[in-house]
């Protein structure tokens, strides 16, 4: 029987290269996001594989909404084999006294508190079948603070103190626990951070190659394909002209 992976945020960037990767490796998959109509065409493309391909439209940071969407999937496609938390963003790069409140709450709600409420929904079948993957999506963010980093350093940092109690409190249960921590990766991440200002998200890719998301992908598939009794507790994939989150090399 083909495996399950549910992928959050799979409308673009890391999450969409995920679900065409992990189709590509024959697993059926959930994909969800907001944009519907991107959902909805990603199912069409992937379908063409002869998988399944389930899509859940809603917005995480609404938890009642995402738990409504979880209830609404047929008993058969709750047993998730795979979770990759995706879904997150950087909005705005601000020092602290002139951030905006709803740039952190946007944050906070999506990275932290959506990872949580979409991790509370798969954990019990995972637990109830012991056996299971989980991926969060950290940062080299989640390791470093840079300037006007702030809140979104705090929410990766709090991605991987959730990584590691999740490890622990799963042990019992055959569950692997998983971060991927990329560095610069060209996606809708700038466009997205920067609040449709290509001109600055433009600039955060200047002068040097940045990674793509299907590089992070591979990098998922080498995680998703090690023998059952192999866990990688974390990758930190950086581009190659990125030393650490403050240091580039741009020519
Ligand atoms: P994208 O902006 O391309 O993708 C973000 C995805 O998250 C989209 O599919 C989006 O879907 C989804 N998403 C965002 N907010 C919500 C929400 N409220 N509800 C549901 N889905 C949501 O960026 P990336 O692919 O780069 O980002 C993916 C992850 O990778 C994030 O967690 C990010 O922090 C992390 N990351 C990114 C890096 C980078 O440099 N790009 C580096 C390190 C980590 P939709 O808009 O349709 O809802
Ligand atoms: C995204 C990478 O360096 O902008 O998490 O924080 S960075």
Not at 159 to 164: D, G, H, L, S
Not at 213 to 221: H, K, P
Request: hydrophobic share 40%.
């Amino acid at each position: 029987m083909k495996k399950t992976v549910l992928i959050t945020g799979a409308t673009s960037g890391i999450g969409k290269a995920a679900a065409i990767k992990v189709t590509t490796l024959g697993y059926n998959v959930i994909i969800t996001g907001r944009r519907n109509e991107l959902l909805q065409s990603l199912k069409s493309e992937l379908e063409t594989l002869g998988v399944n391909v389930t899509i859940m439209n809603f917005d995480i940071r609404n938890r009642e909404a995402t738990i409504k969407a979880w209830d609404a999937l047929p008993c058969h496609l709750k047993k998730i084999d795979i979770l990759l938390n995706n879904a997150g963003l950087a909005a705005g790069a601000e020092p602290i006294d002139k951030g905006d409140w709803n740039d952190w709450e946007q944050m906070i709600d999506t990275n932290v508190k959506g990872l949580l409420t979409m991790s509370q929904l798969v954990i019990p079948g995972m637990v109830e079948q012991k056996s299971g993957h989980i991926i969060n999506v950290s940062s080299v963010a989640g390791f470093e603070t840079y300037a006007n980093g702030n809140v979104y350093c705090a929410t990766k940092h709090a991605v991987n103190a959730i990584t590691k109690g999740m490890r622990i409190d799963l042990l019992p249960y055959n569950i692997k626990v998983s971060s991927i921590s990329p560095g610069m990766v060209n996606t809708e991440f700038s466009t997205v951070r920067y609040h449709g200002d290509k001109m600055k998200a433009d600039a955060v890719y200047k002068g040097l190659t940045p990674l793509n998301a299907n590089d992070v992908a591979d990098a998922i598939e080498f995680m998703i394909t090690r023998p059952a009794h192999v866990n990688v507790n974390d990758m930190l994939l950086m581009p190659t002209a990125q030393a650490s989150a403050i240091y580039n090399y741009r020519e």
